[in-house]
Nanobody
Framework: QVQLVESGGGLVQPGGSLTLSCKAS????????RSWHRQAPGKERERVAG????????TYLDTVAGRLTIHRDQNQNTACLQMNDLRDDDPAVYYC?????WGQGSKVTVTS
């Protein structure tokens, strides 16, 4: 069974940091583009970061560039999203993606 299992969501204060992790199982995802998306209440899901399968080139949503970093560990089939300097417009449920597969979602809350 193919699965993407996320971990690491939670509650932080403005300016705080969190790291989300997405571990794949049931399939080798090393050759698949990996990305993170988020969906806030009442809004459409948007892609916040992506990393190419072979060259490791990363792309980011403009509003998160410089604060969020995506990276992948090829050996463990894991993709992570390091989130720094979290702001009031970052709270959402964050989802990892690999091809047709999605993680279960990780809630990120930013509140003082």
């Amino acid at each position: 069974q193919v699965q993407l299992v996320e971990s690491g969501g939670g509650l932080v204060q403005p300016g705080g940091s969190l790291t989300l992790s997405c571990k794949a199982s049931g399939l080798t995802f090393n050759n698949i583009y990996r990305s993170w998306h988020r969906q806030a209440p009442g809004k459409e899901r948007e892609r916040v970061a992506g990393i190419t399968r072979t060259t490791g080139i990363t792309t980011y949503l403009d509003t998160v560039a410089g604060r969020l970093t995506i990276h992948r560990d090829q050996n463990q089939n894991t993709a992570c999203l390091q989130m720094n300097d979290l702001r009031d417009d970052d709270p959402a449920v964050y989802y990892c993606n690999a091809g047709e597969y999605w993680g279960q979602g990780s809630k990120v809350t930013v509140t003082s």
